[in-house]
C-alpha cells in the first residue's frame, strides 16, 4: 500500500521541527491503521456462496453380473464383472497397481493382479507387477 508508505515517510520528515516521540508515536498510528486495513480486506471482498439440490435423480438400471475364473500358468481366480442392460460392453475394470480404469487388462503371474495398460506396458511374458511390489 503505497498511500501508508507515503504517509509514513512524509511523517518521518516533517517540514518544521517535531518531537521524534510524537513522530513515533504517529508513525505507529499509521502502521497500525494499514495492519487494521488489510486485516478488513478478507471480510470485505471475499466471494458469497450458497448451493443448494436443484435435482436428485435415481434409477435402477438392471445389469447382468459374470462370475468369470481368470487362470493364468498355476493360478486361478474368480472375477465378477457386470454387463449394465443396454450396453455393447462389459464396465471396465479397475487396475489394482494405480486404480485406473482398464478395458484391456493384463495379469501378474504371481497373484493374478488386474493391471492397466500403463502399469504393464508390455504384457509379454513375467510382468513385473507393481500391485504385488507394493504388498512385500
Request: aromatic letters at 2%; proline letters at 6%; a positive charge.
Amino acid at each position: 500500500m503505497a498511500y501508508f508508505a507515503d504517509l509514513i515517510v512524509e511523517a518521518r520528515a516533517p517540514r518544521r521541527r517535531a518531537d521524534p516521540k510524537a513522530v513515533e508515536a504517529k508513525v505507529a498510528h499509521l502502521m497500525a491503521e494499514r495492519n487494521a486495513k488489510l486485516e478488513a480486506l478478507p471480510a470485505r471482498f471475499a466471494a458469497k456462496v450458497t448451493c443448494s439440490v436443484a435435482a436428485l435423480v435415481s434409477a435402477e438400471v438392471p445389469a447382468a453380473l459374470v462370475s468369470l475364473r481368470l487362470r493364468r500358468r498355476k493360478e486361478s481366480r474368480d472375477l465378477v464383472v457386470r454387463l449394465p442392460a443396454g450396453a455393447s460392453s462389459l464396465d471396465r475394470l479397475l487396475c489394482e497397481a494405480c486404480g485406473a480404469a482398464t478395458a484391456r487388462p493384463a495379469a501378474c503371474d504371481d497373484r493374478l493382479h488386474l493391471l492397466c495398460e500403463a502399469c504393464a506396458p508390455n504384457a509379454q511374458g513375467r510382468i513385473a507387477c507393481p500391485a504385488c511390489a507394493k504388498r512385500r
